[in-house]
């Protein structure tokens, strides 16, 4: 049992969180800026699903909506 491939995950930083979501916002053609990353940070859920999720819905409401993502167009989300 003990010969198979082990990985070691740990928890991201919120620096790491900031690069990850912005990584993911730039692959749909997002552009997001800190100030905005750190205002959903700060209110939100703080775990990457719930993060990756709350992107989705932003990205859809944003594309439906044609406005980018701000803080404004956050707040009209809640």
Same mark, same amino acid.
């Given at each position: 049992?003990?010969? #198979? ?14 690069? /990850?979501?912005?990584?993911? &916002?730039? %692959?749909? #053609? ?14 939100? /859920?703080?775990?990457?699903? &719930?993060? %990756? ?23 009209? %989300?809640?």
């Amino acid at each position: 049992l003990g010969s #198979g491939l082990a990985y070691h995950l740990h928890t991201l930083s919120d620096d790491d969180k900031m690069v /990850a979501i912005r990584n993911r &916002a730039r %692959l749909r #053609g997002i552009e997001m800026s800190d100030e905005v990353v750190r205002y959903v940070l700060n209110r939100y /859920a703080r775990n990457m699903q &719930a993060l %990756l999720t709350l992107l989705d819905k932003m990205d859809n409401e944003s594309f439906l909506k044609q406005r980018q993502i701000t803080i404004p167009f956050i707040r009209s %989300l809640e």
